[in-house]
């Protein structure tokens, strides 16, 4: 079973910072792509940033303000959240493409999402 874990959401002025972490954990054997999206109330889910390969990508939206980085001895993918405003208000997500298992049980590919951090914006 692997499973995505995030934490780091919280409530912060306009103009604050926040740092989203997400673990993944589990019978991993590799992690192809880690990213973030995020769901505001009434709206679609959104890609916010990507990294695959050491390459990001980001919504234009949040280009500049928001950094996406990974740290592949602890599995973990961090959103560290610059100049944040009201819009940004948003239950953000960790996603994972991976190939989970063991050699005795094959592999087989996954995405993976975690339960969502609520990322609030206001004065």
């Known amino acids: 079973q692997v499973q995505l874990v995030e934490s780091g959401g919280g409530l912060v002025q306009p103009g604050g910072s926040l740092r989203l972490s997400c673990v993944a954990s589990?019978?991993?054997?590799?992690?192809?792509?880690m990213g973030w999206y995020r769901q505001a109330p009434g709206k679609e889910r959104e890609l916010v940033a990507v990294?695959?390969?050491?390459?990001?990508h980001y919504a234009d939206s949040v280009k500049g303000r928001f950094t996406i980085s990974r740290d592949n001895a602890k599995n973990t993918v961090y959103l560290q959240l610059n100049s944040l405003k009201p819009e940004d208000t948003a239950v953000y997500y960790c996603?994972?493409?991976?190939?989970?298992?063991?050699?005795?049980?094959?592999?087989?590919?996954?995405?993976?999402w975690g339960q969502g951090t609520l990322v609030t914006v206001s004065s």
């Open positions: 589990g019978s991993i054997f590799s992690i192809n792509a």
């Open positions: 996603n994972a493409a991976l190939v989970a298992g063991e050699r005795s049980t094959g592999y087989r590919s996954l995405e993976v």
């Open positions: 990294i695959v390969s050491g390459s990001t």
